[in-house]
């Protein structure tokens, strides 16, 4: 499956204060077919699922225009989902509150690999953890530099700098006080873009955008 472009860029607004962005985990279940007549049984599925609700109703021309021709273009694949700034209003573009970052795996440490794209941009005080007898132990800052939008789709990147400070796998993880974590997602199904009406020079969506990722169950 092809990868689609980011999620627009459209810090979301609602009248609803904390309404404009929620983000729920689900356990999803599936059912186990039984045999010779014997009830069928629900079952924990190996995936927990992320609703991510993208609720905007009060929306420029021109941001409806951005998130139907998003929705057009990438409703068949997955895509990056940057999360929003914190709300803390009735309107959520308040640029000085993010939101905290829990420790999440970077990527698989790789021998003489120096430079690994963090799955998040507009970082504040990043902490890395590398794997030492099996511990997350926290990496100095000094044997590494944050570059900020280095990475793709503006991700921030950090580059160690020697190979002797290179991180110990199998695994590097971060954590931050703020950002903007990445999401892959997918539109949820059916897939149809909500209805939207004109109340004064402003856009209302009929109904939230939601996008739907999942991470393993441990």
Known sequence: MIRGTAFPDIAPSSRTPGAAYTRNLSIAQERIEAEFGDPQINVPHPY?????????????????????DHFAANAATYFTFFCFWGSQGPVDTDLTHKRNIPKVKVADVVLNQLVYTLPAKAVDTPVLYEKIAGVDTVISAARYNVNAGAGSEGRDNVTFTSLANQPVGPTLSFSANGGRRAFVVFYEYPQEFPEAWEEGDVWTLAAPLRLITSVTLT
Request: charged share 25%; aromatic share 10%; net charge negative.
């Open 48 to 68: 927990q699922q992320y609703k991510i609700t993208y609720s905007s109703d009060v929306l420029s021309g021109a941001d409806l225009d951005t998130l139907r």
